[in-house]
């Protein structure tokens, strides 16, 4: 079976869990490959896994071309929002990436509808700016424990972005562990952390300008009510 490299876009959704992977395989196994890979300009910007799938099943895959009118990043970011149950935080990750990419990083260049900003990348993948911006220190400041955290969607961005800017490097793996042992998958922090930025900067904003530093720090007495938990979350 002929090698195929992987599109620069398709490199930035993470990848199955080896449990997600092998339901896949089993699935193909029992019924075939029903949908093509979907390849563009010769790379595989759809479907890595259900060609990885046919090669150990020894499967010849469907193929399928991408027309050279329709924006690869655009039918990418579609595919996998549509069909991937990603996290706030990784879709976070996959937005603060595609604002770090610029025009002429590769061949690809005229396809992309780079350089996009941190706001059209948050829109592309509905998610807020401000959770872009966390991405963009955890990218910056974090280590790879921490990365790989967030992007496997182990951990929060907000609560990964916090131990970045706060704990040193040589720790951070560590704090990377004690997070996701206290991380309640059923609860999504980012989501709640932004409804909660906004709705307490809107309230600053009824403020008068020159008093909003007391508002500011009737909020401070209010966190000093809710230290952090030790040993799990409060």
Known sequence: MEAFK????????????EQQFE???ADIRANGCKESVVLYRGEVIDGRHRLRACRELKIEPQLADLDED??????AISKN???RHLTT???????????KLKRGDNQHAQH???CRTT???AKALNVSERTVRAAKQVADKGSPELQHAVKT?????????SIARTTPPADQATAAKQGTDQTDQAFDEDAATDRLYDRLRSELHRWPVDRRHVAAEHVQLILDEYPPAQGGRS
Not at 70 to 75: A, C, I, L, M, T
Not at 153 to 161: D, L, N, P, T, Y
């Open 81 to 83: 929002l549509c069909r």
């Open 89 to 99: 935080s990784q879709r976070a990750v996959i937005a603060a990436e595609l604002a």
């Open 6 to 17: 992987l599109h620069p876009v398709a490199e930035l959704f993470p990848e199955m869990t």
């Open 70 to 75: 329709f924006d690869p990043w655009e039918f």
């Open 112 to 114: 992309r509808q780079n």
């Open 23 to 25: 339901i896949l395989k």
């Open 153 to 161: 969607g182990e951990m929060s961005v907000h609560r990964a972005a």
């Open 119 to 121: 706001s059209e990348a």
